[in-house]
């Protein structure tokens, strides 16, 4: 079975552009998050949807950060303007209640901001 | 606030050897946990979980010890393999919220062959 779907893998950008990751979870789960992750802060959850819903963003950092999931089988990350401190790996994963608590993780965008 | 943390940044051992990655959290309400592997460039990837109703689980070479009384965790990995070698994260669920993972800083194990 095809796990969680991340695009793009790498992405080296200027600071001021905006920056969109995109994510296809696990079909048939129904939870989608997406996380981000750096040396010094580790793993952060930054927001949760369930059924293409957001329930929690309050761990969105900031306005210049947005999220959608338009279907069941697909979500972006959006970043307008990028910063250098925007700088790490962003996670996608998702969940279904086949999977109880279970969150299966993508393989992650690396994101650079120059 | 409460979080879940890690006694040891690093461990390091011998190849075939058990290792044992400790991980201590502070919320008493937590009620899942969860460990997890990753690799270099790859994402975190699923290994064990226990809920706060039992004491031990185990999988294939892997067991997890869930001691509540000093909110205590640890991953248990037997004869551990170069393929093991990777960064390891305790993450907790508090309970009343089935979805909010807090994640430990992860400890990094490097298996000698």
């Known amino acids: 079975d095809a796990g969680v779907i991340q695009s793009p893998r790498h992405e080296v950008t200027e600071m001021g552009q905006e920056v969109t990751l995109r994510c296809k979870p696990i079909?048939?789960?129904?939870?989608l998050f997406w996380y981000r992750q750096t040396m010094m802060r580790g793993l952060e959850l930054l927001i949760y949807?369930?059924?293409?819903?957001?329930?929690?963003d309050s761990g969105m950092p900031e306005d210049r950060f947005s999220a959608k999931m338009p279907n069941a089988s697909f979500s972006t990350l959006k970043i307008q303007p990028s910063e250098p401190r925007d700088s790490a790996v962003y996670f996608c994963?998702?969940?279904?209640?086949?999977?109880?608590?279970?969150?299966?993780f993508g393989e992650g965008s690396w994101l650079t901001v120059v | 606030g409460e979080s879940v943390g890690l006694h040891l940044p690093t461990l390091s051992v011998q190849e075939g050897d058990n290792s044992i990655i400790n991980c201590a959290y502070s919320?008493?309400?937590?009620?899942?946990f969860i460990w997890y592997k990753q690799e270099s460039g790859k994402g975190p990837q699923f290994i064990i979980d226990?809920?706060?109703?039992?004491d031990k689980r185990q999988g294939q070479r892997v067991t997890v010890l869930l001691n509540k009384t000093v909110k205590h965790l640890s991953l248990q990995i037997a004869a551990t393999q170069p393929g093991d070698s990777a960064v390891y994260f305790c993450?907790?669920?508090?309970?009343?919220?089935?979805?909010?993972?807090?994640f430990g800083k992860g400890t990094l194990l490097t298996v000698n062959p």
């Open positions: 079909s048939g789960h129904n939870s």
């Open positions: 993450a907790e669920n508090y309970g009343g919220s089935n979805y909010k993972l807090t």
């Open positions: 949807f369930n059924n293409n819903v957001p329930i929690d």
């Open positions: 226990i809920r706060s109703n039992m």
């Open positions: 994963a998702s969940r279904g209640t086949s999977s109880g608590n279970t969150i299966y």
């Open positions: 919320n008493s309400a937590s009620d899942y």
